[in-house]
């Protein structure tokens, strides 16, 4: 059913959910929206990520530029009345910050300020003898 391609989103994140606890297993689950911006008209896509993933989202707030990778899923349930539904997800396993606080993250740390030097001896001159043996 893949073709193959990584599906991917770019945008800011405008909405970060707490994490869930899911049925009797204890499964967590966390939903991010992120917004595409640039465009006549913004899309927004909530992805979710659960199990292992939703550690991923440690350390993005709202607001963050980032890129999500994700695969998309489709459930079927039927109802009391027999009725089928579908549902469609997007299950998210990585994330990636990209902007200004990417690149602030991945820079290297700032300089240690320069240790202040000892004076320096003093300049020596023809007037002053050299008074040592050497």
Not at 32 to 59: H, N, W
Not at 69 to 75: D, I, P, Q, T, V
Not at 86 to 112: H, N, V, Y
């Amino acid at each position: 059913m893949s073709d193959g391609t990584v599906r991917t989103i770019e945008g800011k994140i405008v909405y970060l959910g707490d994490v869930e606890t899911r049925g009797a297993s204890g499964y967590q689950v966390r939903l991010m929206v992120v917004e595409e911006p640039d465009k006549q008209y913004p899309e927004k896509a909530v992805i979710e990520f659960g199990g292992k993933s939703v550690d991923r989202l440690t350390g993005v707030e709202c607001g963050d530029a980032v890129r999500a990778y994700f695969n998309l899923s489709a459930r079927e349930w039927t109802n009391k009345e027999g009725k089928t539904q579908w549902f469609g997800s997007l299950r998210g396993w990585k994330i990636e910050r990209t902007g200004e606080r990417a690149a602030r993250q991945d820079a290297p740390p700032a300089a240690q300020p320069a240790q202040p030097q000892a004076p320096s001896a003093p300049a020596r001159t023809e007037d002053k003898p050299d008074d040592l043996p050497f």
